[in-house]
């Protein structure tokens, strides 16, 4: 797995919207950082600029110690969880989860073991030969979750993966995404503008507000030691 750094990082959209100021952020390996803030923090920007969906105005990316700044996405080799599930329709879920690799042209028999690897540890071995429409909100939530970790990325970003989901399958789905980041040493990010799904997830929380990082530290240190008004306030909401 992999470490994220981001050096002194700007986003300026349309040469006016500052979406993201000044941002250094470390990522060590095998940590999940989560990305905490109201909507247009710039969360989701600082997000797809790792993923090089995005281009920095200004300042320098790594991972893994290598300055990806000119890198295209393909060749970071990270992959995105977003909230909608990225299952294709037509396909079963063990044809989902193997596309990646069939597209890499890796052997028939390798894609099935890590398939069934993968889904053993989702606990969705029974249901590779269903089609998407077979299965349960939860259930199509692990089958997408299955679709990126075959692929075995170096890192993992996460887009609010969990909106779609009610209350009680979002508590469910948080506890067994931290289960399998630390079973696979995962590096991650994670966004959320919810500060309980920043308690189950994270080793650390970066609190975001109008593109600046307001605080960086664990749930507990920021709720205990708020650096200003914003933090306290963004923590004590319930
Ligand atoms: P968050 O994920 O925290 O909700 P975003 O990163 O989506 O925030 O957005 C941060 C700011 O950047 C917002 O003001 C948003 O409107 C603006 N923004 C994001 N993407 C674009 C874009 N492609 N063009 C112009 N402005 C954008």
Redesign the pocket.
């Known amino acids: 797995m992999s470490k994220v750094c981001l050096e002194k990082i700007n986003k300026v959209?349309?040469g006016r919207?500052q979406?993201?100021c000044d941002v250094d952020l470390e990522v060590k390996e095998g940590e999940t950082m989560v990305l905490l803030?109201?909507?247009?923090?710039?969360?989701?920007?600082?997000l797809r600029l790792i993923a090089g969906l995005e281009n920095a105005t200004s300042g320098d990316i790594y991972l893994n110690d290598e300055l990806v700044n000119n890198k295209e996405p393909r060749e970071r080799d990270v992959a995105m969880v977003f909230q909608h599930y990225s299952l294709y329709p037509h396909m079963t879920v063990f044809e989902n989860m193997g596309f990646a690799l069939k597209m890499q042209r890796t052997p028939k028999e390798l894609i099935a073991e890590k398939v069934l690897h993968t889904a053993k540890m989702l606990e969705i071995e029974d249901l590779l030969e269903r089609k998407p429409y077979q299965l349960s909100g939860g259930q199509r939530q692990r089958a997408a979750l299955g679709k990126v970790i075959v692929r075995e990325p170096k890192v993992f970003l996460f887009d609010e993966p969990l909106s779609n989901l009610d209350q009680m399958l979002r508590k469910t789905a948080r506890k067994q995404i931290k289960e399998i980041l630390k079973k696979l040493g995962a590096t991650a990010v994670y966004?959320t503008?919810d500060h309980r799904e920043a308690r189950v997830l994270a080793d650390k929380v970066c609190v975001?507000n109008f593109?600046r990082i307001q605080q960086v530290g664990t749930y507990d240190e920021i709720r205990q030691t708020p650096v200003n008004e914003f933090v306290a306030g963004f923590f004590c909401e319930e």
């Open positions: 959209f349309d919207i979406a993201v803030g109201p909507s247009g923090a710039g969360k989701s920007t600082i966004v503008h975001l593109g």
